[in-house]
């Protein structure tokens, strides 16, 4: 079974700063898909950025970036130049193509940006 | 693109009551999904649909929950009777394909059982 682990539940950066929130999964399967999705207080489920397991390459999306260590099986999320409105849940998501296409969410970070 | 679209957006209920939930997923997709979230256990997933056929539903709680899709733009989660435990948000997500895309999510339905 795929687990995901999200072992900060609460983190806060100030304004401008650089913060990065931690996730790593387990798996046996070689093809798989990771994402970042932010949960702001409107309870809206939004997606962040997404990262194919094939690929070696780091994705970045403006100021949100991951680094993706499939040796290790983690997939940390940068915010860097962090602004007000990312005041919100990040939840770590993984979905093999190999096993339903089903995701499997992390428990979440809460992150809080200080003014 | 109006994006997922969920109603209600708040449902109170007494429990013993029949609760249903609709979803629009955006036009074009062929997957949709069922989460609940709660505090306890985070986001789980229900049941999905490819192409309006359920394709797996083993994270129905139980036979009190149940879910449709008549056609590619519409679907409904039932739960009969309603308990207090079932309180909590629920998300429809969808998808343009099962495989290799995200998923985009509704603004969710908070359900609060007395």
């Known amino acids: 079974a795929q687990t995901v682990t999200q072992s900060q539940p609460e983190m806060s950066v100030q304004e401008a700063e650089t913060v990065t929130l931690s996730c790593t999964y387990d798996?046996?399967?070689?093809?798989?898909?990771l994402f970042w999705y932010k949960q702001p207080p409107s309870r809206q489920m939004i997606l962040v950025i997404r990262q194919e397991a094939y690929k070696q390459q780091n994705a970045t999306e403006n100021r949100f970036s991951v680094n993706f260590q499939k040796a290790a099986k983690s997939f940390s999320l940068k915010i860097s130049d962090s602004q007000l409105g990312d005041t919100a849940m990040y939840f770590c998501a993984f979905m093999s193509t190999n096993t339903g296409n089903q995701f499997y969410f992390g428990t979440g970070t809460s992150l809080t940006v200080i003014p | 693109d109006a994006g997922v679209i969920q109603s209600p957006r708040h449902e109170v209920t007494e429990m013993g009551q029949e609760v249903t939930l609709r979803c629009k997923p955006i036009?074009?997709?062929?997957?949709l999904f069922w989460y609940r979230q709660t505090m306890m256990r985070g986001l789980e997933l229900l049941i999905y649909?490819?192409?309006?056929?359920?394709?797996?539903d083993s994270g129905m709680p139980e036979d009190r929950f149940s879910a449709k899709m008549p056609n590619a733009s519409f679907s409904t989660l039932k739960i009969q009777p309603s308990e207090p435990r079932d309180s909590a948000v629920y998300f429809c997500?969808?998808?343009?394909?099962?495989?290799?895309?995200?998923?985009?999510f509704g603004p969710g339905t908070r359900l609060t059982v007395t």
């Open positions: 997500a969808s998808s343009l394909a099962l495989g290799t895309y995200e998923q985009y």
């Open positions: 798996t046996s399967e070689s093809n798989y898909y």
């Open positions: 036009s074009g997709h062929n997957s």
């Open positions: 649909f490819n192409n309006n056929v359920p394709i797996d």
